[in-house]
Antibody
Framework: EVQLVESGGGVVRPGGSLRLSCVAS????????LTWVRQAPGKGLEWVSA????????GYADSVRGRFTISRDNIRNTLYLQMNSLRAEDTAFYYC??????????WGQGMLVTVSS | QSALTQPRSVSGSPGQSVTISCTGT?????????VSWYQQHPGKAPKLMIF???RRPTGVPDRFSGSKSGNTASLIISGLQADDEADYYC??????????FGGGTKVSVL
């Protein structure tokens, strides 16, 4: 069974940093791209960042480019999102998902990141 | 990277059909046949319902279908059922390993 479990969320002050993790199981991690999608409370989905199977291709939304960095560890089956210079508008539930041929076919349950003073 | 445009809400009675539009640009929806649709019930993670414009994953009822014309994609839900009441999001690949979502549409079953 494919599982994606996010961790690392919590409360952080504006300007602060946080690193999210997503541990995967149930599939060959190194064969797939992965992505982060977020959802502000009561709002819609927003694509944040993605990384391909060998980390040679990475994409970012304009809203996070230069502040967030996506990475992966194919030994530990873990996806990361390093978030720096956090703003109030980064407050959201963050989901990791598996990428397969330009679609997201498995999702984690999401975790909340709150940026507040 | 502007969000794709979806209607905020659509509604229908049980058994009826509803159509959700998703309008993008020549750089995303119009450029690729990589439009997918996701269903999200309150408090739950999104679920893939349609991919590659009009293909259904295993287990998704054939009441759900998709199409595309130019820069606009559509999700059609026929034979509306109570459990179809949810938020629906379109998503398009947009080149160089980036994607863009629509703003979401709330489907209400009257």
């Amino acid at each position: 069974e494919v599982q994606l479990v996010e961790s690392g969320g919590g409360v952080v002050r504006p300007g602060g940093s946080l690193r999210l993790s997503c541990v995967a199981s149930g599939f060959t991690f190194g064969d797939y791209g992965l992505t982060w999608v977020r959802q502000a409370p009561g709002k819609g989905l927003e694509w944040v960042s993605a990384i391909n199977w060998n980390a040679n291709s990475q994409g970012y939304a304009d809203s996070v480019r230069g502040r967030f960095t996506i990475s992966r560890d194919n030994i530990r089956n873990t996806l990361y999102l390093q978030m720096n210079s956090l703003r109030a508008e980064d407050t959201a539930f963050y989901y990791c998902a598996r990428v397969f041929h330009e679609l997201f076919n498995y999702w984690g349950q999401g975790m909340l990141v709150t940026v507040s003073s | 990277q502007s969000a794709l445009t979806q209607p905020r809400s659509v509604s229908g009675s049980p058994g009826q059909s509803v159509t959700i539009s998703c309008t993008g640009t020549r750089s995303d929806v119009g450029a690729y046949n990589f439009v997918s649709w996701y269903q999200q019930h309150p408090g739950k993670a999104p679920k893939l319902m349609i991919f590659d414009v009009n293909r259904r994953p295993t287990g998704v009822p054939d009441r759900f279908s998709g199409s595309k014309s130019g820069n606009t994609a559509s999700l059609i839900i026929s034979g509306l059922q109570a459990d179809d009441e949810a938020d629906y999001y379109c998503c398009s690949y947009a080149d160089r390993y980036t994607w863009v979502f629509g703003g979401g549409t709330k489907v209400s079953v009257l």
